[in-house]
């Protein structure tokens, strides 16, 4: 049970776009379409961003919108806000009928 | 509006046991399948363990498995993770999480910490 591979961080400006990848295997990522993405500030309980690869639950921003290509998926944010500063994780269904977390990625707006 | 009121985290020592609790409202939790979710000082969100409607069927990660036990009441709306066997390695804040669909997460609680040390 190996997390997915996010990278640790990313950073970019306001009003640019930024890209974090998630790479997993043919038995999570590349198997399903059960793909989510949550940011948590810190201290903070994580929130659900995306779900089903490319769905925005109800009042989440359309700056955020998710992808997925093999086994690699990936959320990209655009017009990036200060408040966009957090973690986040990606997640996936997996063939054992469990769940695997990315390692997180950290977010920084400059 | 959905809440997760998680309960029952503190300081334990290693081999110990405790039980966590987790009241849910504001959804008909019956017909949720209930994840906890575990995330150590400074580290990433790992999964534990998953239970559905009936409370008849979990999926625990390999490194709680056999120490861990999950379970609901539907009657009470209320969760739980009974952790036996404590190790240092257990120390983390443990989420209660409402499923949406295939493991996915849309509600989370604020958390509990465990803190397993001597």
């Known amino acids: 049970q190996s997390a997915l591979t996010q990278p640790a961080s990313v950073s970019g400006s306001p009003g640019q776009s930024i890209t974090i990848s998630c790479t997993g295997t043919s038995s999570d990522i590349g198997g399903y379409n059960y793909v989510s993405w949550y940011q948590q500030h810190p201290g903070k309980a994580p929130k659900l961003m995306i779900f089903?690869?490319?769905n925005r639950p109800s009042g989440v921003s359309n700056r955020f919108s998710g992808s997925k290509s093999g086994n690699t998926a990936s959320l990209t944010i655009s017009g990036l806000q200060a408040e966009d500063e957090a973690d986040y994780y990606c997640?996936?269904?997996?063939?054992?009928?469990?769940?695997?977390f990315g390692g997180g990625t950290k977010l920084t707006v400059l | 509006e959905v809440q997760l009121v998680e309960s029952g985290g503190g300081l334990v020592q290693p081999g110990g046991s405790l039980r966590l609790s987790c009241a849910a409202s504001?959804?008909?939790?019956?017909?949720?399948?209930m994840h906890w979710v575990r995330q150590a000082p400074g580290k990433g969100l790992v999964w534990v363990s998953r239970?559905?409607?009936?409370?008849?069927?979990?999926k625990y990660a390999d490194s709680v498995k056999g120490r861990f036990t999950i379970s609901r009441d539907n009657a009470k709306n209320t969760l739980y993770l009974q952790m036996n066997s404590l190790r240092a390695e257990d120390t983390a804040v443990y989420y209660c999480a409402k499923d949406l669909s295939f493991n996915q997460v849309d509600y989370w609680g604020q958390g509990t910490l465990v803190t397993v040390s001597s």
């Open positions: 504001g959804f008909t939790f019956s017909s949720s399948w």
């Open positions: 089903d690869v490319s």
């Open positions: 997640s996936s269904y997996t063939s054992s009928a469990l769940v695997l």
């Open positions: 239970i559905n409607t009936a409370g008849t069927t979990t």
